[in-house]
């Protein structure tokens, strides 16, 4: 059984950072493309960024320059640091497993989901 369990998320003034962890379990983490998607208030939920298998990745034209997503196959954990976090930011945050090597942008090409982590900035 496939488990992500997303951690990291709080409350943070616009101009800071913060740094969310999302560790997997239950398959081989490493051959597995991961993302990261968000839902604000009242809206859809959004593509953030994404890692290849071997590292290669993507953003929002929204985040780019500001958060960089990574991974650590030997602890099945993909990161997301955030830096000059804005209020528009604010959102939960999802960790998202995907069906095989590559990295997308499309919602539903990912099969595993975290339960979702706050991220509140304040203006």
């Known amino acids: 059984q496939v488990q992500l369990v997303e951690s990291g998320g709080g409350l943070v003034q616009a101009g800071g950072s913060l740094r969310l962890s999302c560790a997997a379990s239950?398959?081989?983490?490493?051959?597995?493309?991961m993302g990261w998607f968000r839902q604000a208030p009242g809206k859809e939920r959004e593509f953030v960024a994404a890692v290849t298998w071997s590292g290669s990745t993507d953003y929002a034209d929204s985040v780019k320059d500001r958060f960089t997503i990574s991974r650590d196959n030997a602890r099945s954990t993909v990161y997301l640091q955030m830096n000059s976090l804005k209020p528009e930011d604010t959102a939960v945050y999802y960790c998202?497993?995907?069906?095989?090597?590559?990295?997308?942008?499309?919602?539903?090409?990912?099969?595993?989901w975290g339960q979702g982590t706050r991220v509140t900035v304040s203006s």
């Open positions: 998202a497993g995907g069906r095989d090597t590559r990295a997308n942008r499309f919602e539903g090409y990912y099969i595993y």
């Open positions: 239950g398959r081989t983490f490493s051959r597995y493309g």
